[in-house]
């Protein structure tokens, strides 16, 4: 359906894209996700055909956006991250405009604009301004703007970003249910959307492929070692030599060492071996209560901090914030 291969974008001395590859079979969801600044408007932009890459290539259904753009654009419906609507047409007037465009053929337009209507659910703001609509409508009306003519692939920009959680319950439904007769391509910087909605995620930074796998492979993979938090009365040497007896244990980190006597750790062990009856016992009968003990596993947003985290050390100032705002939108 599609295949990137080793696309590169230059703007002057930076990289936007470095060296992409990847493929996608006919309807699947593939989600785009990275930090800000990360490639993934540059790499949309460049499938689109909207920007040239510096090399590299775009294959849609065998046609090369660069070589035949007429023809690759023919199965491409692409939702910039701010949709290009005109405010003073009404949104019907609008779909009509997008279909002649696109070259809908007239015996079929009608049908087509009301059937998009009904599926992306504004028929009844048909006649209504666009500068009058909500947000969350604003975003449907260039949802149906992409997928008129019924293109094969559909290209998504954070195509919930400023909704609020009703809406962007609707849009992710409303990008389900395309999947079902189109391949669909969307970005997102919210790891919890890019879970729940793509059958493959790929993770970019700085232009870069950092990991590219199912959403459950990633968290299987990368669940390859379980975290034990520990809170425990007793000496610090006799904890230690305890768990350092427990087979399976990778890694014993001590947090905090209050004055009287509570000790907080953390435990990292081989994923397939469960240790915690073995702790238990073992700092029972060196007298060591235990007061807390918590599993956590790693959740795609740990995979995620994980894989990036050596480019963020790198980097400015402006990064932390950025990955506060993943935390962020992600507790919603
Ligand atoms: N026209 C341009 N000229 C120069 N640099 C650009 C241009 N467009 C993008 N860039 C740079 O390329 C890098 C990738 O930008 P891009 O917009 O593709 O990232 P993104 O992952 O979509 O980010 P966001 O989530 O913030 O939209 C950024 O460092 C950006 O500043």
Do not use: W
């Amino acid at each position: 359906m599609i295949e990137v291969k080793n696309l590169i974008k230059q703007y002057g001395n930076q990289r936007a894209v470095d060296d992409l590859s990847f493929s996608l079979e006919k309807g699947k969801i593939l989600g785009f996700l990275g930090p800000n600044g990360a490639g993934k408007s540059t790499t949309m932009n460049i499938i689109t055909g909207y920007i040239s890459a510096t090399s590299g290539s775009v294959i849609i259904d065998g046609n090369d956006i660069l070589q035949e753009p007429e023809k690759a654009k023919k199965s491409i419906g692409y939702l910039p991250e701010i949709p290009p609507l005109y405010p003073d047409m009404t949104t019907k007037e609008y779909l009509n405009f997008v279909a002649d465009i696109k070259g809908v053929k007239k015996p079929v337009k009608e049908n087509m604009i009301l059937e998009i209507m009904e599926l992306t659910k504004i028929t009844d703001m048909a006649d209504r301004l666009i500068k009058h609509l909500s947000k969350g409508y604003k975003q449907r009306v260039g949802l149906a703007g992409a997928i008129m003519g019924y293109p094969d692939l559909i290209i998504l920009d954070e195509p919930t970003v400023g909704l609020d959680p009703m809406q962007i319950i609707e849009i992710r439904d409303l990008i389900k249910e395309l999947s079902k007769e189109h391949t669909v391509i969307l970005s997102s910087h919210i790891l919890s959307e890019v879970s729940t909605l793509c059958d493959l995620v790929m993770i970019i930074n700085k232009g870069k492929l950092i990991v590219s796998d199912t959403p459950e492979n990633l968290s299987k993979h990368m669940s390859a070692t379980n975290r034990i938090y520990l809170m425990v009365h007793g000496e610090k040497e006799t904890i230690e030599s305890v768990l350092k007896n427990i087979d399976g244990i990778i890694h014993i980190e001590f947090e905090e060492e209050k004055e009287d006597g509570y000790i907080t750790l953390t435990v990292e062990s081989e994923g397939s071996i469960e240790i915690r009856e073995d702790i238990f016992y073992g700092l029972a009968a060196a007298q060591c209560p235990i007061y807390e003990l918590k599993v956590t596993k790693k959740s795609l947003e740990d995979i995620f901090l994980e894989l990036t985290k050596s480019e963020v050390e790198d980097d400015d100032q402006e990064k932390p914030e950025e990955y506060g705002e993943i935390k962020k939108e992600e507790n919603q």
